[in-house]
């Protein structure tokens, strides 16, 4: 499975299908949510239900049978809580991306892949940059939506007589001791410039480092003052850690920022919300300010859905219809209003947030938003 990167969304965005229907699909596979299998080929049957009787139903066919196929057979959640899927049969295209992030799920036919969502994750999702330390190694890493995109390792070898220092000598000890510390420090010096390096290179936007207690404030004092900004959480990782190792405590630190992100944002929708100023929750409120193009960002608790109603003529979106309020006609009514209210947020190019697990999300009503005006 291709991981995604920029590449990745442009290729996709520069697809051209020729007219030929494509079938995007976002997938939540998390398995706090979806236990069993069979409870992910149920939220997929759930999402296609509606979009068989599509008007190129037999052109889209082969796609959901491919996309069916693909869940059943070949799903792998280890490193995914999410997949983006895209498949145009006429065109030979099926692309499947496997997301560390919660998604809304949804599916859009179009002429073009749907990729507002994935540009969304890519521009949200820092890039983390690892460095683990011990006396005389040091581990760089740099990810980026889970996946390894750079690495640089450093060795300074302890003279000879190292170990020994110290103990046979014992008058000479405070010296033995003083001359290990410059050796390590100088060492320390040394990993804090490969982190540049390759900060120089990749520009992540956080840094976590693993190293043992005594060292761990000396390489934090030695970055470079960019890192020293960029530091999150340490992490606890032995310095000889096989890339998986690695890979997975960064992803738990990068959970770790982005709930401590999520919860920050909320925490301000909330008090927008009380002051009665730029901010709106529940459905209906949150529906008015998407149809009046007020939204800068859009909230959504993972695995909400409602029923609504939408105008085919202004795209009035609401809870409870028929009629239009705008233009008084009837309207037509959609299984989950809260796909399409993400799908108009993406197409307004507002921030959408889905949020797993967020309690205070879930009390305002499962779906809100910062207002711009
Ligand atoms: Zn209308």
Known sequence: MPAITEDTIRELAGFRSGGAPVVSCYLDVDGRRHVRRQDVEAELDHLLRPVRDHEDRDATSTDFAQIERYVRDRLDRSNARALA?????????????????PVASRVVINNAPAIGQLEALVQELDRFGVLLVDKQRARMFVFQFGELIDRSELFDAKPRQYDSIGERDLVGYDKAE?????????????????????????????????APTELAPVIEGLLHPYLRSRLCQSIDVAITAGLADV???ALRVEAEV?????????????DAVGQGNKGVVGLEATLGSLVERRVDILFVSQGYRDTGWRCERCGYLCHKGPNCPVDGSQMHRVDDVVEEAVDAALGQSCKVEICADNADLDVMGRIGALLRY
């Open 258 to 270: 982005e709930r401590a992100k999520e919860a920050a944002l909320i925490g301000r929708l909330r």
């Open 247 to 249: 890979r997975e405590a």
């Open 178 to 210: 003083q001359h290990v510390d410059e050796l390590v420090t100088q060492h320390l010096r040394h990993a804090a410039e490969v982190a540049f390096e390759l900060f120089q290179q990749d520009g992540f936007e956080r840094l976590t480092v693993g």
């Open 85 to 101: 899927i895209f498949s145009c049969a006429a065109r030979d295209l099926f692309e499947v991306i496997p997301l560390p992030v």
